[in-house]
């Protein structure tokens, strides 16, 4: 049985007497510190899928699995890293921080060793320096990596990032990308990744799951990405595994699930 | 990764040393003095718009007034009528015989019973309806219609139910000041962005934490507009309300004046009264641009 198990989930929203069907009969498993993104056009279902296992949605058949154990309610062994970083805005960068550090680790660590691993993980991210800032004060990638601290800082069993990159520009995108490859490489965490971003799926994945076009988005296909890490951005634009990675992915996304907007249009 | 984090941290910084250079070049011979200059020509152009508008309106005002036979007086003889009131504010001579200060004094503690009453209730009603799909549906359509009844429409009930002009007079400002505060923070609590929603389900806050950690604090800025509104209608409504109940306060004190035809006198209650109702709008206002520093930054 493997770590984390999406089960045989579907999902249907229902808004009056309409009814959408988003997901149909999604499985995905993720083995103990495997890197595992999900890929698909926008509006497939992807980011419904990531808040099903996160537990802010409910799926309507099937559920989650960790650790062999159903989870259906949010809760910090599945921290997210969201989209827009989520940053509360009142709070330093700091206090961002110590907020999920002091709710997670009320009873097991003091005082002092919950400001040391605050200021730990902010480190990890290299954003030690901009502590006492406010969120505003930042940059768009500095918000995320401080949204990548607050959801290492929970220790979580499985790292559930949602698009962490899109809103970010092309050379911010790789660093944070670098980023959160070492991290990957020094913790082994076990971390779910939505993206629409080829490139990037194959750079960080142990594996890649191709979802359909909605409605009703299924399992399209997985791709196995056996690369040996610690990969490098640069011998790997021009590795043949990782060239022929991209072209299974660039084939799957246009030829075969071309944008819901062509399809429609035809 | 690490030159990236550097780089990033001193790029927001880069243009600012080459602006300083170039505004610091004229004034290089004499910065202290230069600076100095600087800050008094902005006290200037803050002070002197506004004080030679007052100028200029109590001219028209002496010319229009100072011929025989007009019914309001010129603002000197405003001014020589009231000398007493005006350089003794303090005097009680027992009753409602008192000087300017204790009857400001008595409406102001009027005001501070009723608006905190008002604030703690309404932040605590805003809360419920903001929170609560069924306390809308519930409550909105009676907020709705009772907000427009007017302050004074209130006191013959609070005086029937009371039975006492006091508690009667802080009840109307209560009443008069608790819809926009509700009003405003159910618009705020409903508008918590659906992030900090996710981010307080993913930490498991309960309804405590969430409620000081995330509702007040992303509702703050809405919270503080509904505050500030409360604060002018409440000071509104004790003038109004005060003149109908009597004994002390500034309201009654004008009564008073308009029953003696001591028109200064009215002039000069006025004169306060604006000015307290100014400053009692900057103290809330001041205190909303400190609490919601960061919420409204972004």
């Known amino acids: 049985m493997s770590y984390l198990r999406i089960d045989h989930v579907d999902k249907t929203f229902v808004r009056g007497a309409q009814e959408t069907e988003v997901l149909k009969d999604v499985t995905v498993e993720v083995e103990k510190g495997q890197f595992v993104c999900i890929i698909g056009h926008s509006g497939c279902g992807k980011s419904t899928l990531l808040n099903i296992v996160a537990g802010l949605t409910q799926p309507t058949r099937g559920g989650v699995l960790l650790e062999n154990r159903e989870v259906n309610d949010p809760g910090p062994d599945r921290a997210v890293v969201f989209q827009n970083h989520s940053l509360l805005p009142w709070l330093t960068v700091y206090d961002n921080v110590r907020l999920a550090v002091d709710k997670v680790f009320a009873a097991t660590k003091g005082r002092r060793e919950r400001h040391d691993w605050t200021i730990e993980n902010l480190d990890l991210v290299q954003m030690g320096h901009a502590k006492d800032k406010r969120p505003h004060e930042i940059s768009g990638g500095m918000k995320q990596r401080v949204g990548i601290a607050r959801a290492l800082a929970m220790q979580p069993k499985v790292l559930l990032l949602d698009e962490p990159f899109g809103a970010l520009d092309a050379l911010t995108r790789a660093h944070l990308q670098d980023s959160v490859m070492a991290i990957h490489q020094t913790l082994g965490n076990t971390v779910l990744m939505i993206t629409h971003d080829v490139d990037e799926a194959v750079l960080l994945s142990d594996r890649v799951v191709m979802m359909t076009n909605g409605p009703a988005a299924r399992i399209g296909e997985v791709l196995e990405i056996g690369m040996a890490?610690?990969?490098?951005?640069?011998?790997?634009a021009a590795d043949p595994l990782s060239i022929k990675c991209r072209q299974r992915l660039l084939e799957f996304l246009y030829a075969r699930q071309r944008?819901?907007?062509?399809q429609a249009a035809e | 990764m690490n030159t990236m984090a550097i780089k990033a941290a001193k790029a927001p910084g880069l243009p600012k040393p080459r602006a300083n250079?170039?505004?610091?070049?004229p004034v290089k011979a004499t910065p202290r003095a230069g600076r100095l200059l600087a800050a008094l020509a902005d006290l200037a152009a803050r002070v002197i718009p506004p004080a030679l508008v007052v100028v200029l309106f109590l001219l028209v005002w002496e010319m229009l007034c100072a011929r025989k036979g007009a019914s309001l007086p010129p603002p000197s003889r405003v001014l020589s009528d009231?000398?007493?009131?005006?350089?003794?504010?303090?005097?009680?001579?027992?009753?409602?015989?008192?000087?300017l200060f204790w009857h400001l004094s008595a409406s102001l503690q009027r005001v501070a019973l009723g608006y905190a009453l008002a604030a703690a209730v309404g932040v605590a009603l805003g809360t419920l309806v903001g929170q609560s799909v069924w306390a809308l549906r519930g409550l909105d359509p009676l907020f709705q219609i009772l907000r427009t009844v007017p302050p004074l429409a209130w006191l013959p009930l609070s005086l029937a139910a009371f039975r006492d002009g006091q508690p009667s007079a802080i009840f109307v400002i209560f009443?008069?000041?608790i819809w926009p505060i509700i009003i405003n923070t159910a618009v705020g609590i409903r508008n918590i962005p659906q992030d900090y929603r996710n981010v307080a389900a993913v930490l498991r806050l309960n309804a405590v934490e969430f409620f000081s950690?995330?509702?007040?604090?992303s509702a703050a800025p809405f919270i503080f507009t509904g505050l500030r509104i409360g604060i002018g209608l409440s000071w509104l409504a004790i003038v109004a309300a005060e003149m109908l109940i009597g004994g002390v306060g500034i309201g009654f004190f004008i009564w008073d004046a308009w029953n003696s035809s001591h028109i200064s006198e009215i002039i000069l209650?006025?004169?306060y009264v604006g000015i307290i109702g100014f400053i009692l709008d900057r103290i809330v206002a001041l205190m909303a641009s400190i609490v919601t520093r960061g919420t409204a930054a972004n």
């Open chain 2, 82 to 99: 009231t000398w007493e009131l005006i350089v003794d504010p303090f005097f009680d001579r027992g009753g409602i015989d008192k000087g």
């Open chain 2, 175 to 177: 009443i008069t000041a």
């Open chain 2, 269 to 271: 209650a006025l004169t």
């Open chain 2, 21 to 25: 250079v170039v505004a610091s070049l």
């Open chain 2, 213 to 217: 950690k995330i509702m007040i604090p």
């Open chain 1, 259 to 262: 944008t819901p907007q062509l």
């Open chain 1, 229 to 236: 890490r610690p990969r490098r951005r640069l011998e790997l």
